[in-house]
Structures are given as C-alpha cells and as structure tokens.
C-alpha cells in the first residue's frame, strides 16, 4: 500500500468509526503518546517531551470537552476531575523531567481504555442484535 492510500485508508478509518470506537482511538492515542513521553524524559530528549506530552495534554482536553454532563453528571463530573488531575500530572512530570507522574497518568489512562472498550463491546453488540432483529421483522 503506497503512502497516499495508508493516509486515506486511515482517514476512512476514522470517518467510518462509531463514536465508541473514536473514544477508544483517542484513549489509545493518549497511551502511545504518554509512552513516547516517558522515553523522551527517560532519554533526556526535552524537545520530544513536550511534543509528547503536548499531544497527550490535547487528546486529555478532547476527552474533557466531549463530557455530556447532562447525560451523567457524576460520571462526568467524576472523568472531569480525574482528566484535570492527569494534566496538573503531566506538567509535573515534564517540569520536573520525571517519568513517575508519566506512568501514573499511563496507568490511569489503560484502565479508563478497558473499562470504555467493554463500555464500547456491549453497546455496539447489543446495537447489532437490534438491527438484526429489526432487519428480520421487516
């Protein structure tokens, strides 16, 4: 596959997903950046600290912004909280150049990636068993 199709085909990839499987991308996102985040402080590398722990900061403040405390206000409330204690972390651990605050906020990040993908997996199964219950009705 040539560079422009890998480039489109995740794009597609994106476009195409169901807002569960978007959640799981940015979780998984936030993981893989927070990982090169604690190489870099691991290495010494600042320059690519704070571009790792800039992406992992936005992804973190993407999931803030999507909250719907409407819907479930003290789960909300509760991931709003947990999301700002992960930021104020993410700044301790790049001013201090310390991978501690790094693997903590890794670890609270995998744990929230489990918990929404079986979230995510009996949702979208209980949405298919509808569908195909409704496809057969018709």
């Known amino acids: 596959m040539t560079t422009g199709h890998l480039g489109r085909y995740r794009q597609n990839k994106y476009v195409t997903a169901s807002p569960g499987q978007l959640l799981l991308a940015l979780y998984d996102g936030a993981i893989r950046f927070g990982r090169q985040a604690r190489k870099a402080i691991a290495d010494g590398d600042t320059a690519a600290k704070g571009e790792s722990i800039g992406r992992?900061?936005?992804?973190?403040?993407?999931?803030t912004s999507t909250l719907d405390h409407s819907k479930a206000p003290d789960l909300c409330a509760n991931l709003e909280q947990l999301y700002n204690y992960m930021i104020e972390r993410l700044q301790e651990g790049s001013l201090k150049m310390q991978v501690e605050?790094?693997?903590?906020?890794?670890?609270?990040?995998?744990?929230?990636?489990?918990?929404?993908?079986?979230a995510v997996q009996k949702v979208e199964g209980q949405e298919a068993t509808s569908s195909k219950l409704m496809s057969a009705s018709a």
């Open 101 to 118: 605050p790094i693997d903590e906020i890794i670890l609270h990040l995998e744990g929230l990636r489990e918990a929404w993908s079986e």
């Open 56 to 63: 992992v900061t936005a992804i973190i403040s993407e999931l």
